[in-house]
């Protein structure tokens, strides 16, 4: 089952607006990591929020999360052009035995108008 | 620094045809690597992991199979490729399990 869903699925902002996109899990997690894709490419890491953190920036990057709500968002300040791609959380949580597993959601497409 | 590397960077292949994908990691020792997959417009689906050589986990069954066999290596592998096994495939390798993964740039792949 899914266990991180992104919202919106799609946003479409005006260069030099905020965005903010929003994930909510289901169970509990020991840490959360936003991503980024441009179209064919691979995924680049963004920033990682452990489960004892609500808030955490880097550059114009900010992500909070709420482990009450089972929910993060990232706010992206000051958009660009180039921020244009698709953006994926990814919740790491305890599985069988020793292992870790991080699970994707589906991605939320973000396209910055010049 | 470290890289990861994957090649073919496309591939287009017929039905029961086989398959290997290759990704290999430079600049680092004992990582832990990853294959995903990703249908068009979807996230990741986790198809393999492995903490080692040799030491191959798989979290989905199907007709793909994975190998180690070097420290930095990782094969993804099929006898018979189906359609359904077109996709975007992803190799990914981290320090720490569970920690910030890295990936390579992704083999597009094409099953007719």
């Known amino acids: 089952s899914q266990q991180g869903e992104e919202d919106p699925q799609a946003l479409s902002i005006q260069e030099g607006e905020n965005a903010t996109m929003n994930c909510s899990y289901k169970t509990s997690i020991n840490n959360l990591q936003w991503y980024r894709q441009n179209s064919g490419r691979g995924l680049v890491h963004l920033i990682l929020?452990?489960?004892?953190?609500r808030e955490k920036h880097s550059g114009r990057l900010r992500v909070t999360l709420d482990t009450s709500k089972k929910s993060s968002s990232l706010l992206i300040t000051a958009s660009r052009a180039a921020d244009t791609a698709s953006y994926f959380c990814a919740t790491l949580r305890r599985g069988g035995g020793s292992n870790y597993k991080l699970t994707f959601g589906k991605g939320t497409l973000l396209t910055v108008n010049p | 620094s470290q890289t990861i590397h994957q090649w073919p960077a496309t591939l287009v292949q017929p039905v029961g045809s086989p398959l290997s994908l290759e990704c290999t990691v430079e600049g680092t020792s004992n990582p832990n690597l990853y294959w995903y997959r990703q249908a068009a417009g979807r996230g990741l689906q986790l198809l393999f992991y492995?903490?080692?050589?040799?030491?191959i986990s798989s979290e989905v069954p199907q007709n793909l199979s994975a190998s180690r066999p070097q420290d930095r290596q990782f094969i993804l592998s099929s006898k018979k490729l189906l359609l359904s096994d077109s996709g975007f495939y992803l190799c990914?390798?981290?320090?720490?399990?569970?920690?910030?993964?890295?990936f390579g740039p992704g083999t597009r792949l094409l099953v007719l």
């Open positions: 492995s903490v080692g050589i040799g030491q």
């Open positions: 990914a390798w981290s320090v720490i399990e569970g920690e910030t993964q890295y």
């Open positions: 929020i452990r489960s004892n953190e």
